[in-house]
T-cell receptor
């Protein structure tokens, strides 16, 4: 079956620090991988995605590369800001056949000035 | 504006009193889903619908019902709520399930006393 494992945190960083949030997955077929972000008091919104191996998704300074050989999709940002404080969810969506949508447990990030 | 709306946003009720949380999307999406979010557990899928009159169970369907009589609406029904259904609920939609971004509503915080 499909599953997503994600570092749970919480993670606390100083402004301008480098961020990595690890995500690994188990999947049959060829899933697409997503990072969603949830700001305080809001619903989830898509941050970035990658639909096939070696694709790199990027948005707002965040990046993640779909690594099929290591079944990973780690989220990175070179210099975090206070406004990046949020909960980040790694998610897996099926490729060629339907299965349940799987979210990781979420990683809470706090960035302090 | 493309959006997913949920009502109510906050609800406090008592055990056994039937309630319905509405969800509506204006993007003509085929796929809709309900999730609950609990601390330490992330998002768990309750029910999903691939299209009108097509619904199926997610990971945690017990105690919930759904219906999909129209494409835009996907209400979540709790026939006899219990305290363990106290949670934050999100509705989401996407254009199909395969490799597509999900759009989330703002959430409904439910407390069952």
């Amino acid at each position: 079956g499909n599953s997503v494992t994600q570092m749970e945190g919480p993670v606390t960083l100083s402004e301008e620090a480098f961020l990595t949030i690890n995500c690994t997955y188990t999947a049959t077929g060829y899933p697409s991988l997503f990072w969603y972000v949830q700001y305080p008091g809001e619903g989830l919104q898509l941050l970035l995605k990658a639909t096939k191996a070696d694709d790199k998704g990027s948005n707002k300074g965040f990046e993640a590369t779909y690594r099929k050989e290591t079944t990973s999709f780690h989220l990175e940002k070179g210099s975090v800001q206070v406004s990046d404080s949020a909960v980040y969810f790694c998610a897996l969506m099926p490729g060629t056949s339907y299965d349940k949508v799987i979210f990781g447990p979420g990683t809470s990030l706090s960035v302090i000035p | 504006e493309a959006q997913v709306t949920q009502n109510p946003r906050y609800l406090i009720t008592v055990t056994g009193k039937k309630l319905t949380v509405t969800c509506s999307q204006n993007m003509n999406h085929e796929y809709m889903s309900w999730y609950r979010q609990d601390p330490g557990l992330g998002l768990r899928q309750i029910y999903y619908s691939m299209n009108v009159e097509v619904t199926d169970k997610g990971d945690v369907p017990e105690g919930y019902k759904v219906s999909r009589k129209e494409k835009r609406n996907f209400p979540l029904i709790l026939e006899s709520p219990s305290p363990n259904q106290t949670s934050l609920y999100f509705c989401a939609s996407s254009q199909g399930i395969f490799n597509n971004e999900q759009f989330f509503g703002p959430g409904t915080r439910l407390t069952v006393l």
